[in-house]
């Protein structure tokens, strides 16, 4: 099992940028895909962001393409999501993920329930 710990959240004003990072420890992180995901107050669980193992390829929400960039360290063993131009509408609870089991990731990524591990969460909240 590997666990997850996210941080960089606060709260900022609308057009700023935040970068969250998420830290892995007890397992191969370098052979994990992984994604971030966000939940805001009263909506579902969405899939924000995702990258492969290697970093070689990387998925993004039609929402956040363009203003997101997720990113990752395979030494430091941590995945980061930079945020910018960010918009009311982007705050919510931010989770990372991580897909130990692997396969088809680049047309599953979105979907949460082939992500093995998740964070606790870290709040974005963006005023306007």
């Known amino acids: 099992q590997v666990q997850l710990v996210e941080s960089g959240g606060g709260l900022v004003q609308a057009g700023n940028s935040l970068r969250l990072s998420c830290a892995a420890s007890?397992?191969?992180?370098?052979?994990?895909?992984m994604g971030w995901f966000r939940r805001a107050p009263g909506k579902e669980r969405e899939s924000v962001a995702a990258?492969?193992?290697?970093?070689?390829?990387?998925y993004y929400a039609d929402s956040v393409k363009g203003r997101f960039t997720i990113s990752r360290d395979n030494v430091k063993n941590t995945v980061y999501l930079q945020m910018n131009s960010l918009k009311p509408e982007d705050t919510a609870v931010y989770y990372c993920?991580?897909?130990?089991?692997?396969?088809?990731?680049?047309?599953?990524?979105?979907?949460?329930?082939?992500?093995?591990?998740w964070g606790q969460g870290t709040q974005v909240t963006v005023s306007s």
């Open positions: 993920a991580a897909d130990v089991t692997g396969g088809f990731f680049r047309s599953r990524w979105s979907l949460a329930g082939i992500y093995d591990d």
């Open positions: 007890g397992g191969t992180f370098s052979s994990y895909n």
């Open positions: 990258i492969t193992w290697s970093g070689g390829s990387t």
